[in-house]
């Protein structure tokens, strides 16, 4: 389909040596096309390293074909030799919207977001008699952009380029029936046709990864890509295995995957996959188990190739942390949770809150896949929901609700490494984050950023799932949640006394950036829409030096993606995402063959709410059918410039 507005979630900026024009993506994978022409002359005039953002008006109701697709009205501007400054608008550029037939490079068609089962046969879409159709996801998220040495793929005629794109869920079947968690997660490699001249990425070839020897993926969602080019995935909202028979949604998830709602194992899932991405434009997976098995959401590697910093999507969540042995090698290492001193607070001009490092154990993943072969729940664990009076048994905390549990004899590895939640409390762990969302660097300034979607229940005294001695205890719920920023630093020790083997380890944390809670407003935003609301997706650009944030707001009428520089302390809107949709797959790229790329994609458009959207939905929903297949579809792509590429001067 061909969008009617500026549809791109994520955009791509040119740097030549220092300079940026990004293009971003949005729902499709798609790159920016920066640029003015080979106009060499204006390139002369503009001042290296002068690039802001400049923020858009949020679309309203007076133009509502704006609040029903990806639109773009921001601006890159640069300062130009005479100090005046000259802005350059920005675009999104999708490379698809899910369930088109896009090419699948051996000059046939495949389905864009299609689901297939563990034995890489299509899934089929039953629910109306009739209509029966391949399945095809609407929630597109994690995307990471990237280059392989001696890549040669037929269709390429400039330079080639990949990305790998992962597809969280679909929300509904075609009769309407929610569908969270009820198939298995693909996972897609795009070959990428990089023109040289303009930086713009042209879909050549789309390669369905074959997840069958993981046993599939489970609820995909952020992902990062690691230093050493390859795709960091998540499965998020690990499967509760002790009470496996109450997660309804993972035995329709067995059987649409296996045949059979009872093969899949739960300890299979929750994990780390990663992905490599051939020469060829082919790509092959494995998962860490080794990982802590938590609500990964988009995990960062630190510059030394060996930390990992990790959030966790989950109420009742932590600060995770993995140091791996060996450089670029995940397969085995160390796992930590964080344990916060009391204090902790939502004012922005607070000092941080010192965190010390309890060390959850040691192993390879190959250690814990045998484990999580062989093990029940029962042989790890004894977990009761209520009280048993006692003593034997500890109270911890999962989910928003206490647990009572002991530990089998020996267990205490298997219980780290795959029940991760209910160890981590057990242990001490500050576990009473809410929804700890995207992780991302500033590697300069040794600083990481967290997202916290909102801040509610265990968070906040009174709420559900709070517990004083995780010393989270704040007074007041922020349903707009806010974003995290951990100074970074070495010479530290854990639990146990010894040195944890990194530089890039958290010292302490503190709130950046806080949204704010807001009576309905003339469009029915629940938070203020011109600061950041429930922020998800984080991705920082280095040479920007800007953190690119993107929403997942039940607060927001229109989702945004909002551009944050570290020095100026500027907020700027770029883009908005068709209303009831989510903000997702953010990727910054600083460089690709002399370009820089902000991808970014949505999901599941026309998501409605009756608190947040009553008052746009009758106008809205037939515009947002209209442009994504009746709510089916969602779009993969970049920011980019709108008009063509120039050429940018050496920093």
């Known amino acids: 389909m061909t969008e009617t507005i500026n549809t791109s979630r994520r955009q791509a900026l040119k740097f030549a040596a220092g300079v940026p024009l990004l293009p971003l993506a949005v729902g499709t994978v798609g790159s920016f096309l920066a640029g003015l022409g080979n106009n060499t002359a204006l390139a002369a005039t503009i001042r290296p390293n002068t690039a802001r953002f400049v923020s858009m008006a949020a679309p309203t109701l007076s133009n509502p074909q704006a609040m029903a697709t990806t639109y773009v009205n921001s601006a890159i501007e640069f300062e130009l030799s005479d100090k005046s400054r000259k802005q350059f608008p920005l675009s999104y550029e999708p490379f698809f919207i899910t369930g088109d037939m896009v090419p699948d490079g051996k000059g046939g068609k495949i389905l864009a977001g ?37 890549a040669k793929v037929k269709g390429v005629k400039g330079n080639t380029v990949f990305a790998v794109v992962q597809f969280e869920y679909t929300t509904w079947d075609q009769a309407g029936k929610d569908a969270y968690g009820a198939l298995p997660s693909p996972i897609a490699v795009l070959t990428l046709d990089q023109n040289p001249q303009t930086g713009k990425l042209s879909l050549v070839k789309y390669h369905n990864v074959d997840t069958s020897k993981v046993h599939g993926l489970w609820i995909t969602c952020g992902a990062s890509l690691s230093p050493w080019g390859t795709h960091l995935s998540s499965e998020e909202y690990e499967p509760d295995a002790y009470f496996i028979d109450s997660v309804k949604y993972f035995k329709a998830f067995s059987k649409n995957t296996f045949g059979d709602e009872n093969k899949a194992n739960p300890y299979h899932y929750g994990h780390l996959p990663e992905v490599t991405v051939h020469a060829d434009g082919t790509g092959s997976i494995k998962k860490h188990y080794n990982m802590g098995r938590i609500s990964h959401e988009l995990v960062q590697v630190m510059p030394d190739n060996r930390t990992v910093l990790m959030g966790d999507d989950a109420t009742n969540s932590g600060l995770f942390l993995f140091v791996a042995d060996k450089a670029k090698d995940l397969s085995a290492g160390t796992l930590y949770v964080a344990k916060y001193a009391p204090g902790f607070s939502l004012d922005t001009n607070a000092p941080g809150t010192k965190i010390t490092w309890i060390k959850l154990g040691h192993a390879t993943s190959a250690e814990i896949e045998a484990m999580a072969n062989s093990l029940k729940p029962t042989d790890i664990l004894d977990v009761k929901k209520e009280d048993p009076n006692d003593a034997s048994y500890k109270k911890v905390w999962i989910g928003g609700a206490a647990n009572w549990m002991k530990i089998k004899p020996g267990m205490e590895k298997a219980a780290a490494f795959l029940e991760t939640h209910r160890y981590a409390s057990y242990v001490g762990g500050s576990m009473a984050f809410t929804k700890m969302e995207g992780t991302t660097v500033n590697a300069k300034d040794k600083v990481a950023y967290s997202a916290l979607q909102n801040i509610v229940d265990s968070m906040v005294k009174g709420g559900k799932g709070h517990h004083e001695d995780s010393n989270i205890t704040l007074e007041k719920a922020l349903n707009a949640g806010g974003v995290m920023e951990h100074k970074l630093g070495g010479n530290t020790t854990d639990s146990t006394g010894a040195k944890i083997n990194s530089d890039w380890v958290p010292q302490s944390s503190k709130m950046l950036l806080i949204g704010e809670d807001i009576k309905a407003d003339d469009l029915g935003n629940l938070s203020n829409p011109n600061i950041v609301g429930n922020p998800d997706n984080l991705k920082f650009s280095e040479k920007l030096r800007t953190l690119f944030i993107g929403e997942d707001s039940g607060s927001h009428v229109n989702n945004f993606l909002w551009a944050y520089n570290v020095d100026t302390k500027e907020l700027s809107r770029l ?26 994609n949505f999901q599941h458009v026309g998501d409605w709410s009756k608190s947040l959207h009553a008052k746009v939905q009758a106008t809205l929903d037939p515009l947002v059918r209209a442009n994504y297949k009746d709510r089916y579809g969602a779009a993969v792509g970049y920011l980019t410039l709108a008009t063509t590429a120039i050429t940018l001067p050496h920093a």
């Open 114 to 150: 299609g689901y297939y089962d563990i034995n890489n046969q299509p899934i089929i879409d039953r629910s109306v008699p009739g209509k029966e159709r391949h399945f095809f996801s609407d929630s597109p998220d994690g995307t990471s952009l990237l280059k392989v040495p001696g």
């Open 575 to 600: 883009l908005s995402v068709p209303a009831g949709g989510e903000s997702t797959g953010l990727h910054a790229v600083d460089e690709l063959n002399g370009w820089t790329y902000i991808m970014s």
